[in-house]
Nanobody
Framework: QVQLVESGGGLVQAGGSLRLSCAAS????????MGWFRQAPGKEREFVAG????????YYTDSVKGRFTISRDNAKNMVYLQMNSLKPEDTAVYYC????????????????WGQGTQVTVSS
């Protein structure tokens, strides 16, 4: 397992941008597919974006395609989520997660989770 710590959340107006960061500890970071999930009050935790071991492949839930970009830097053990054109419905706690699978979108395939960072988008 890897240990994950998210940062970068905050309050932003609709149409604005935020960049979330996830710092990972452990020597096996590059052997983990990484993902971002979010959970709004009263809702299930949902997949947002994922990235393969080397970063070559990325994938997104439909509602964020064209607005969010996931990336990783294996030399720094970091994963990022650039969020542009934010909408009030993007308001949630965002979680970074690590999977032993190269490609994973189901939360049951992720075995390490961060503590979450709050993103609030005002209208």
């Amino acid at each position: 397992q890897v240990q994950l710590v998210e940062s970068g959340g905050g309050l932003v107006q609709a149409g604005g941008s935020l960049r979330l960061s996830c710092a990972a500890s452990g020597s096996t970071f590059s052997s983990h597919g990484m993902g971002w999930f979010r959970q709004a009050p009263g809702k299930e935790r949902e997949f947002v974006a994922g990235i393969s071991y080397t970063g070559v492949r990325t994938y997104y839930t439909d509602s964020v395609k064209g607005r969010f970009t996931i990336s990783r830097d294996n030399a720094k053990n970091m994963v990022y989520l650039q969020m542009n054109s934010l909408k009030p419905e993007d308001t949630a706690v965002y979680y970074c997660a690590a999977s032993l699978y190269n490609i994973a979108t189901d939360r049951t395939d992720f075995d390490s989770w961060g503590q979450g960072t709050q993103v609030t988008v005002s209208s």
